[in-house]
């Protein structure tokens, strides 16, 4: 098969557009013909290497994975070869005391997609049946390729973690990233007032469209004084974060007292600094959050399915361009999600 995979971790030269041997899938397991994969910021810190992630190479990332079923390794599989299919993108040991009380999103075997076991920038992947989901004609390949990251830890940040409710302040920082226009879409389902951030103001346009009432363009604006000013000084009561050491500090200014931030992500660096006497004076809570349970996709794609919400592709590309894709992200030059399409 065709992929896109690393033989050491490094910059965006170190992705290798070839040939690797097709996956076969043992007993209980599935072989998907990869027909998108979107691309994320974890695939830029795997290329780049993680502490203590240790892969076996060559390693194929991406975790974000739709397609239809390729063959099966037993005659079980409920869906059948041909089959349109969207992948969860974390394998539980589906034992555990968490696997069994619907928390395998924190079993402690937790493998993703991409991360731990090879992912879907190629033209096949295998996972366990029981990370496959029925994909709807009605949904299409590329759009959907938005959901198994963006969306699934979107939603646990917003509705799970957060719990956000109706006529709530919520900030949203990188309104133009995948989880941002994510989280944009679904705190407006709760009726919550939404504050956003983006870099550029064609960004914050398209954020507009999606539904944020209050724009912030953090290269011109200093956004904790545009926060004290949209909300009349009293802050607000959420906080959706994925940057990290950039706004850290000041998104914890920008809570009301009670208020939550969740952080699911560091892409400007992990290594923070803030004043525990505003933690504890002003009763704030800090939430961490990343992927969510398999029923959390399920109702995403319900949702996508009845036009309640909508992927953002910013940019469908061939596999063949993953360096590119890397490229823009990095650069932080797109718009929602980047899309890739095996040739």
């Not at 029923?295 to 469908?316: A, F, S």
């Not at 063949?320 to 899309?339: C, M, N, T």
Request: hydrophobic share 40%; glycine share 10%; charged share 20%.
């Amino acid at each position: 098969m065709k992929a896109v995979y690393i033989n050491e971790h490094g910059g965006i030269d170190r992705l290798i557009h070839g040939d690797l041997p097709d996956p076969v899938p043992n007993d209980h397991e599935v072989l998907v013909r990869v027909k998108a994969c979107g691309v994320n910021y974890i695939d830029l810190w795997v290329r780049r290497g993680l502490p203590f992630l240790k892969i076996d190479y060559p390693f194929v990332l991406g975790q974000e994975v739709v397609g239809e079923v390729a063959a099966v390794g037993s005659s079980s599989c409920a869906i059948p070869v041909g089959g349109r299919v969207i992948l969860h993108i974390g394998v539980s040991c589906g034992h555990c005391e968490l696997c069994l009380s619907g928390r395998d999103h924190q079993c402690s075997g937790y493998q993703l997609l991409g991360k731990n076991i090879p992912g879907g920038y190629a033209e096949l992947v295998k996972v366990p049946e029981a990370n496959i989901s029925p994909l709807p004609e009605s949904i299409s390949y590329e759009e959907a390729a938005g959901l198994p990251t963006s969306f699934t830890t979107a939603w646990n940040m917003i509705f799970r973690t957060a719990k956000l409710q109706p006529g709530e302040w919520v900030l949203i920082h990188a309104g133009g990233s995948g989880i941002g226009s994510a989280a944009i879409q679904l705190a407006r389902l709760t009726g919550a007032k939404v504050i956003t951030t983006a870099g550029s103001e064609e960004k914050l346009e398209k954020a507009s469209a999606l539904g944020a009432e209050y724009l912030i363009n953090y290269r011109k604006q200093d956004f904790l004084r545009e926060v004290r000013r949209i909300t009349k000084k009293r802050g607000v009561d959420v906080v959706i974060e994925h940057i990290g050491e950039e706004v850290w500090e000041r998104s914890l200014l920008c809570l009301a007292t009670g208020g939550r931030l969740v952080t699911c992500g560091a892409t400007s660096g992990s290594q923070i600094t803030m004043d525990l006497k505003h933690v504890f004076f002003r009763h704030l809570s800090i939430l961490g959050a990343t992927s969510a349970t398999k029923d959390v996709l399920l109702k995403i794609v319900r949702l996508l399915e009845e036009r309640k919400l909508q992927p953002v592709v910013g940019r469908t590309m061939p596999l063949s361009d993953a360096r590119e894709a890397h490229r823009l992200l990095e650069e932080r030059q797109q718009f929602g999600k980047v899309v890739l399409v095996p040739e």
